[in-house]
């Protein structure tokens, strides 16, 4: 039986959710070899569901995002963390003269970038972001990270390697959850999944991906302020969101929280059709041809070096 299959039947186990399962705090290496696991098994889904859920102006975050590269012939931009590569084909599309790079630690996810680009245009690296060893000091002008921060742990060594990487007055931009109250019916949403999550894993939640100092405000300009001591910190809130069929926009709802991939089929089935009763715009509506509506708070986070 393939890795996938096992997945399929039982939702993702990996040494993080076993760790997680006898109550113990996950290491690093537990929590790469976690996200290893759903990337490879699922490369493309985040841009699947980022890619759908809209601001007031009309922009999805991967091009609210890219607003922070100017549009300066040769500006040298990284994605870390590219995954797929959707922030780097609107960056290629909308000006061919940007010198482009990307990495990311999972060559599943490479694999999709780098057939939507062009070799000429881009070059992408399979590295994790603590250390990226082929990128010299001061020789990008602007690193992009869009939804992969709160999931790196350690993350001193990451901001550690952005500060040395970036040159002197360049910036630093990134994608991350906002504050959870911004968006109405978002708290519901989490707490309804996470709901179901801990009928398997108890603790999941208390003990979550990623280092939680990225999850709230305060921390998180705390702790940017340690890795940049000299640098402008501005970080703006907005909201996406997304309607179209109950059904569907709950599963593209469902792609935004890693903890759902741990859910078996049978128990994901159920929490999937709850996620509609929640996500349905009109109550009358019974069949799953009603539509829906998600709403999520996301917050742009910009230090300037
Ligand atoms: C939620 S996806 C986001 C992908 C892409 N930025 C996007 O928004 O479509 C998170 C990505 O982070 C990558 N990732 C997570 N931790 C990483 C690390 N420590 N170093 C490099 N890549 C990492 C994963 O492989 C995955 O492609």
Request: charged share 25%; net charge negative; with cysteine.
């Amino acid at each position: 039986m393939t890795n996938k299959d096992i997945n399929n039947q039982n939702g993702v186990n990996s040494i993080w959710t076993d760790i997680l399962g006898n109550n113990q705090q996950p290491d690093d290496k537990a929590l790469l070899a976690h996200l290893r696991n759903i990337h490879q098994n699922n490369a493309g889904f985040t841009e699947r569901c980022a890619s759908t859920c809209r601001d007031k102006a009309g922009r999805n975050s991967y091009e609210w995002l890219a607003e922070i590269v100017p549009d300066i012939k040769g500006t040298r931009v990284l994605d870390l963390a590219c995954g797929s590569g959707p922030l780097l084909k609107i960056l290629y599309d909308r000006n061919k003269n940007l010198r482009l790079k990307g990495v990311d630690m999972c060559p599943e996810e490479l694999a999709l970038a780098k057939a939507r680009l062009p070799d000429s245009a881009v070059d992408l690296f399979e590295l994790k972001a603590q250390n990226l060893t082929t990128i010299d000091d001061n020789s990008i002008d602007v690193v992009l990270c869009h939804w992969a921060l709160t999931l790196m742990d350690p993350i001193t060594p990451v901001l550690n390697e952005v500060r040395r990487i970036l040159s002197s007055g360049g910036r630093f931009a990134a994608l991350i959850n906002g504050p959870m109250d911004v968006a109405p019916g978002y708290r519901d949403v989490h707490n309804l999944i996470y709901e179901y999550v801990q009928t398997k894993l108890p603790k999941y939640g208390e003990i979550d991906l990623g280092d939680p100092r990225i999850r709230s405000t305060d921390s998180l300009e705390h702790l940017l302020s340690e890795a940049f001591p000299d640098a402008k910190i501005n970080i703006d809130t907005s909201v996406v969101s997304l309607e179209g069929p109950v059904a569907k926009v709950a599963e593209t709802t469902a792609g935004f929280f890693y903890a759902s991939f741990i859910l078996p089929p049978e128990i994901r089935k159920i929490m999937l059709s709850k996620l509609s009763d929640l996500l349905v715009i009109s109550k009358q509506t019974k069949d799953i041809e009603g539509q829906g509506h998600f709403s999520m708070p996301i917050n742009r986070l910009v230090v300037t070096k």
